[in-house]
């Protein structure tokens, strides 16, 4: 199986499973990673998701061997990438948040994927590679869109056209991810920060992811207008209530997910 799916309590563990050939993505990976985030979404009591990669790296990027030119045709990457943007709007849309952990080396596509979860975690050995320019390709699966925003123009653009590896703490530093930790704790890192995400109140959570992706193209006008909006139906949730109850109490919330 290409994937693997671990139920923990108040969320899923995906595990990208092609240890063999560091993870490198498939279309048929594609599919399942597709596959269990939409299983992950329609389970009433999954309320965050742990993406992860089995054996010595988190993902190579695309298997080339897939996608090698044949007797001078050009292979169909617009079909392939269509299947993967899939995945990419799944991740940004889900009503969940979505940890990744990294270890050993993010490549490619693979580096894209972990960069559109919500928050990740990374190894203190991991890296991150914009490789695509190695092969004459830009980089794809959203790594255009993200990059300039996460680290800015510059930076971008020496990642994109240089592709050279950077560390998991310059990562940090430069605002690419959120942590990096000792390689040794990665996992239970990633699993205790997944279980925090669960118990939180997660309407709230999914709605905070859509209104940071609208900010990158909204006014502030349209922005506020937004926050009001989105506040006024979080108003109603059993969590807001539960949330000011226990604030007023003085005791810690106990939250659903409603």
Not at 74 to 97: E, H, M, Q, S, W
Not at 237 to 246: K, L, N, S
Request: hydrophobic share 50%; charged share 20%; glycine share 10%.
């Amino acid at each position: 199986m290409t994937i693997l799916v671990e139920e923990c309590p108040g969320y899923r563990h995906i595990t990208l499973n092609r240890p063999d050939r560091l993870n490198a993505l498939t279309a048929e990976m594609g599919a399942a990673l597709l596959a269990a985030l939409e299983a992950a979404e329609a389970e009433r009591e999954c309320r965050a998701v742990l993406v992860s990669g089995a054996g010595r790296a988190f993902c190579a990027g695309q298997d080339l061997t897939a996608v090698a030119p044949n007797g001078g045709r050009a292979p169909d990457l617009k079909t392939l990438l269509d299947g993967y943007n899939r995945v990419i709007r799944k991740l940004r849309g889900l009503g969940l948040p979505v940890v990744c952990a990294v270890n050993g080396v993010a490549a490619g596509a693979g580096a894209n994927l972990a960069l559109a979860c919500d928050i990740v975690l990374a190894g203190r050995s991991a890296s991150f590679i914009q490789a695509f320019a190695k092969i004459g390709l830009i980089p794809d699966v959203g790594g255009t869109w993200m990059l300039p925003r996460l680290v800015g123009a510059a930076r971008a653009r020496g990642l994109a056209m240089l592709a050279e590896p950077l560390s998991a703490e310059r990562a940090v530093e430069w605002g690419l991810i959120w942590q990096a930790v000792d390689d040794a704790a990665l996992l239970d890192e990633a699993h205790g920060l997944t279980a925090r995400l669960a118990q939180q109140a997660t309407i709230g959570l999914g709605l905070a992811k859509r209104a940071l992706d609208a900010a990158e193209t909204n006014t502030l006008d349209r922005q506020l207008d937004f926050e009001r909006d989105l506040q006024d139906q979080l108003a109603s949730t059993a969590d807001y209530a539960e949330g000011v109850r226990a604030f007023l109490d003085k005791r810690r919330p106990i939250f659903t997910g409603r």
